[in-house]
């Protein structure tokens, strides 16, 4: 079940979803006792996470029972300013009392391939210490879309997308000359919640593509995103909607 939340602009998608992942951590850890999340990269989270860290919302979370992962990482090492660990640490990681061991970046310093097999044996291993299958999977997805339609670091053409048994692969992306680690569609679906945060008029046709037109993840890798026994919520802003 996929559901559209429109709100007004940039600033007002950054507090609806600090707000939205403030409330799905209370939920997570009021019924399971932990919060897992995947954080995504780019410009749209930085804004959210930086409204989360303040501390009307900040204060509402148990930060000892959150577990933040990426849904992907550049292949690059934690200080690099291409870095999605860096960027969520110096926003918000870095700002609230989670304990270091709960946090659990794709280790880009290593090469992709080593990179997304010691990921993949991470999460096996947390998702595995959950003895209710109910609950051996992210509480929470965060994910953008790209002008292109990608997410995460899902691609048009990225075999990827088609991924059935790896939960996270490392691949070169030749539009941007650069490794990538990825979670693949196999996890991603798995999620009780994935939301999407979208802003911007330059994204406008693509996610009217993406929402109503023809399936054709390939091309449109967003697609792909479809959670097997979880909810989906796209949350935009009217620049992004204004072709929807
Ligand atoms: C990344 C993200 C990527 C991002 C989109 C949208 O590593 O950069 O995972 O998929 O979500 O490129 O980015 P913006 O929200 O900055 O437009």
Redesign the pocket.
């Known amino acids: 079940m996929s559901m559209v939340r429109t709100v007004a602009d940039a600033s007002a998608l950054a507090e609806a979803a600090a707000g939205h992942f403030a409330l799905m951590a209370e939920e997570a850890i009021a019924k399971r006792g932990r919060f897992a999340v995947a954080l ?6 930085r804004r959210m996470y930086e409204r989360l860290a303040q501390p009307e919302l900040a204060e509402r979370i148990d930060w000892l029972r959150v577990h933040v992962f990426w ?2 990482e ?1 292949a690059v090492p934690p200080e690099h300013p291409e870095s ?1 660990y860096r960027m969520a640490h110096e926003v918000l990681l870095s700002r609230v009392p989670i304990p270091a061991q709960n946090i659990h970046r794709i280790r880009g310093e290593l090469a992709p391939e080593e990179a997304a097999k010691t990921y993949e044996a991470e999460l096996r291993q947390f998702f595995s210490r959950d003895q209710r299958p109910v609950s051996s999977r992210f509480d929470l997805v965060l ?4 002008e292109d339609g ?4 899902l691609f048009p053409g990225a075999a990827a997308i088609n991924e059935t048994d790896r939960w996270v692969v490392a691949y070169y992306v030749e539009k941007l000359q650069a490794w990538r680690i990825t979670l693949t569609p196999v996890v991603l679906n798995a999620a009780a919640q994935v939301t999407f ?1 979208v ?1 911007g008029a330059e994204k406008a046709a693509r996610l009217r593509q993406v929402l109503y037109g023809p399936y054709q993840p390939q091309a449109l890798p967003a697609q792909i995103i479809r959670p097997a026994h979880g909810r989906l919520l796209w949350l935009i802003d009217e620049a992004a909607a204004g072709l929807v």
Do not use: E, I, K, V
Not at 40 to 45: D, E, F, Q
Not at 150 to 153: L, P, Q, V
């Open positions: 995504s990269g780019g410009s749209t989270p849904g992907d550049r999605n994910l953008g879309m790209g990608h997410t995460a670091s945060l802003s």
